[in-house]
């Protein structure tokens, strides 16, 4: 029976570690993408305000008369409107002339990486400036070009310290470094400034690292992924594509070992008390045999002393199962928490890529000096500005049944509008879309932007199904009987696992491309809207995924 118990013990701690670390791995890849999500909007957000500040006007004149009376109060204005965290305008000299932090008026930064790499340049440059406490700025900066010729410069300080200290309050050790590998933020600011490994040789850690890993016994069957101070640690890492960014996090074992634990606790437990049953039947059988009342009596006594310990240790693994449940409930929530977060992530995803396409364009452009075709670009970009904080408002709508926000909706306008944001991937690579949308309306009653994101996101994945494929090909099919019928087909190499399709964070992209959110979401949408998603493998080869949905007419809408 003993051998028994602790080969069990031994097999249940080798599964359930390896399944609670892989559990703890998967969480810290979710909040691996929103924390390099929520940089890089702060960073291509910023990225724009040179390029308009540098057209504005009443800079120009300020710095073409010499006259800087109404600059900074102009700035701050800016800065209230864009939501900067530091604006500042510099002449020629690399003097301050005007800015929202006041104190920095009449400073000079002529020898300064930003005022000198945007003096040699007519773009917008960037740069990341070490301070003398360790600190670093990270500032965006553009010339003033007036009759071809540089009279200023406008400078945008990035405020990314405010991720840095929003990471401090948890319990994960994260650090960003750059192309180079020097480490730019972390929650330890000791680490500023040396590449990981010497920062790993850092001794005294402070509360946010120190919370990190103390506590953490290496209990894991497999060897850790790094070990600091003798603890074993769990790294996850990832690429911020900005300038050849990476972020890196280093998470404790503690997590991984509560959930084992409490299962290990029961099945000692359990043997426990069928080791004492075992005792209690032999001790009965020796005093049956036994001719000595006495020694039946100090029998009794020891098996009533045996079952006292095992009743207060029963009472003590009870008290831990009941932390332990606490625990994982916890956990629960935060892994709901997690979930939601990656939604926004990835609902958000796709316009950003639009607007870094435009951007890129409107750049070229404007160096082109071809301004009309460049301001029709911006335009677009507002319009997935707006799109975005429709997106956000939608979002909430994903916890509940849907309905209220209905409306009437031509399917055919919704297909041309997924193709128009999906026209910057489309010009990438050349991929053959074949249409066959009838002339007439197609009329649904459903929500247009969520039936736009949901064409979107099929668009999306058959583009990089079609990656490999010599001559991609996209099939778009739209038609109409009892029901609505809208299929888009590829011809890439098809899904290998279609029972699992539909599950959140199931993906078959490389790390970093995706995080499995897309289809749930989708398939969600189209279930909010009466109709169903499904998919298959075409007999030719490519996947077909198939959205069906009521058809509207004037019976329907009679009965909504």
Same mark, same amino acid.
């Given at each position: 029976?003993? +051998?028994?118990?602790?080969?069990?013990?031994?097999?249940?701690?080798?599964?359930?570690?390896?399944?609670? #670390?892989?559990? #703890?791995?998967?969480?810290?890849?979710?909040?691996?993408?929103?924390?390099?999500?929520?940089? =890089?909007?702060?960073?291509?957000r910023t990225s724009v305000v040179p390029l308009l500040l540098a057209r504005d006007a009443s800079l120009i004149g300020a710095l073409s008369s010499n006259e800087y009376t109404s600059t900074s109060q102009r700035l701050i204005s800016f800065q209230t409107e864009i939501g900067a965290a530091s604006i500042s305008l510099l002449d020629r000299s690399g003097r301050v002339v005007g800015a929202t932090n006041r104190n920095l008026?009449?400073?000079?930064?002529?020898?300064?990486?930003?005022?000198?790499?945007? =003096?040699?340049?007519?773009?917008?440059?960037? /740069?990341?400036?070490?301070?003398?406490?360790?600190?670093?700025?990270?500032?965006?900066?553009?010339?003033?070009?007036?009759?071809?010729?540089?009279?200023?410069?406008?400078?945008?300080?990035?405020?990314?310290?405010?991720?840095?200290?929003?990471?401090?309050?948890?319990?994960?050790?994260?650090? $960003? #470094?750059?192309?180079?590998?020097?480490? $730019?933020?972390?929650?330890?600011?000791?680490?500023?400034?040396?590449?990981?490994?010497?920062?790993?040789?850092?001794?005294?850690?402070?509360? +946010?690292?120190?919370?990190?890993? !103390?506590?953490?016994?290496?209990?894991?069957?497999?060897?850790?992924?790094?070990?600091?101070?003798?603890?074993?640690?769990?790294?996850?890492?990832?690429?911020?594509?900005?300038?050849?960014?990476?972020?890196?996090?280093?998470?404790? *074992?503690?997590?991984?070992? @509560?959930?084992?634990? +409490?299962?290990?606790?029961?099945?000692?437990?359990?043997?426990?008390?069928?080791?004492?049953?075992?005792?209690?039947?032999?001790?009965?059988?020796?005093?049956? !045999?036994? =001719?000595?009342? &006495?020694? @039946?009596?100090?029998?009794?006594?020891?098996?009533? &002393?045996?079952?006292?310990? @095992?009743?207060?240790?029963?009472?003590?693994?009870?008290?831990?199962?009941?932390?332990?449940?606490?625990?994982?409930?916890?956990?629960?929530?935060?892994?709901?928490?997690?979930? =939601?977060?990656?939604?926004?992530?990835?609902?958000?995803?796709?316009?950003?890529?639009?607007?870094?396409t435009y951007l890129a364009g409107a750049r070229l452009l404007l160096q082109r000096r071809r301004t009309e075709e460049a301001m029709s670009s911006f335009q677009r970009i507002d319009d997935l500005i707006e799109r975005m904080g429709a997106i956000t408002r939608q979002l909430k709508s994903y916890a509940r049944k849907g309905g209220e926000a209905f409306e009437p909706v031509d399917v055919r306008h919704c297909v041309s +509008?997924?193709?128009?944001?999906?026209?910057?991937?489309?010009?990438?690579?050349?991929?053959?879309?074949?249409? !066959?949308?009838?002339?007439?309306?197609?009329?649904?009653?459903?929500?247009?932007?969520?039936?736009?994101?949901?064409?979107?996101?099929?668009?999306?994945?058959?583009?990089?199904?079609?990656?490999?494929?010599?001559?991609?090909?996209?099939?778009?099919?739209?038609?109409?009987?009892?029901?609505?019928?809208?299929?888009? !087909?590829?011809?890439?190499?098809?899904?290998?696992?279609?029972?699992?399709?539909?599950?959140?964070? *199931?993906?078959?992209?490389?790390?970093?491309?995706?995080?499995?959110?897309?289809?749930?979401? /989708?398939?969600?949408?189209?279930?909010?809207?009466?109709?169903?998603?499904?998919?298959?493998?075409?007999?030719?080869?490519?996947?077909?995924? @198939?959205?069906?949905?009521?058809?509207?007419?004037?019976?329907?809408?009679?009965?909504?």
């Amino acid at each position: 029976m003993l +051998a028994v118990a602790v080969a069990t013990v031994l097999i249940t701690n080798r599964l359930m570690t390896e399944r609670a #670390t892989e559990t #703890t791995r998967n969480r810290a890849e979710v909040r691996l993408a929103l924390y390099s999500g929520n940089m =890089m909007n702060e960073l291509q957000r910023t990225s724009v305000v040179p390029l308009l500040l540098a057209r504005d006007a009443s800079l120009i004149g300020a710095l073409s008369s010499n006259e800087y009376t109404s600059t900074s109060q102009r700035l701050i204005s800016f800065q209230t409107e864009i939501g900067a965290a530091s604006i500042s305008l510099l002449d020629r000299s690399g003097r301050v002339v005007g800015a929202t932090n006041r104190n920095l008026l009449g400073a000079t930064y002529r020898s300064e990486p930003f005022f000198v790499d945007a =003096m040699r340049t007519n773009e917008t440059v960037f /740069s990341a400036t070490r301070r003398t406490e360790g600190a670093f700025d990270f500032t965006y900066s553009r010339a003033v070009v007036k009759d071809n010729q540089v009279i200023g410069i406008v400078a945008v300080v990035v405020d990314l310290m405010k991720y840095e200290r929003t990471w401090a309050g948890l319990q994960d050790a994260v650090l $960003v #470094t750059d192309s180079s590998g020097v480490v $730019v933020l972390s929650t330890e600011p000791r680490w500023r400034g040396l590449d990981i490994k010497d920062a790993l040789a850092v001794q005294d850690p402070p509360s +946010a690292i120190l919370r990190a890993f !103390q506590v953490t016994a290496d209990w894991a069957q497999e060897p850790p992924d790094a070990y600091l101070r003798g603890e074993a640690v769990l790294r996850t890492d990832a690429r911020v594509p900005f300038r050849g960014w990476r972020l890196v996090t280093y998470t404790a *074992y503690d997590t991984v070992r @509560e959930r084992v634990n +409490a299962v290990l606790a029961l099945e000692i437990m359990g043997f426990a008390i069928l080791l004492a049953a075992t005792f209690y039947m032999l001790s009965r059988r020796a005093w049956s !045999q036994s =001719m000595s009342f &006495q020694r @039946e009596s100090a029998e009794l006594r020891l098996l009533n &002393q045996r079952l006292q310990r @095992e009743i207060a240790e029963r009472e003590k693994a009870q008290k831990e199962l009941a932390s332990a449940e606490a625990t994982l409930a916890q956990s629960s929530k935060l892994a709901a928490l997690g979930e =939601m977060s990656a939604a926004v992530s990835h609902e958000l995803n796709q316009p950003l890529a639009a607007m870094k396409t435009y951007l890129a364009g409107a750049r070229l452009l404007l160096q082109r000096r071809r301004t009309e075709e460049a301001m029709s670009s911006f335009q677009r970009i507002d319009d997935l500005i707006e799109r975005m904080g429709a997106i956000t408002r939608q979002l909430k709508s994903y916890a509940r049944k849907g309905g209220e926000a209905f409306e009437p909706v031509d399917v055919r306008h919704c297909v041309s +509008a997924a193709l128009s944001m999906m026209e910057p991937q489309l010009k990438v690579r050349v991929v053959r879309i074949n249409r !066959q949308i009838p002339r007439r309306p197609i009329m649904v009653l459903a929500d247009r932007l969520r039936l736009e994101q949901v064409i979107i996101n099929l668009l999306r994945n058959a583009l990089d199904a079609t990656k490999g494929v010599n001559a991609p090909q996209i099939d778009i099919a739209l038609t109409e009987g009892t029901t609505v019928s809208l299929t888009v !087909q590829d011809n890439g190499s098809g899904i290998a696992d279609l029972s699992n399709l539909f599950e959140p964070f *199931y993906t078959t992209k490389k790390p970093g491309e995706g995080v499995g959110l897309g289809l749930a979401i /989708s398939s969600g949408i189209i279930k909010d809207l009466g109709g169903r998603l499904t998919a298959t493998n075409a007999d030719g080869g490519g996947a077909v995924f @198939e959205v069906q949905l009521p058809l509207f007419n004037d019976r329907t809408e009679t009965v909504e």
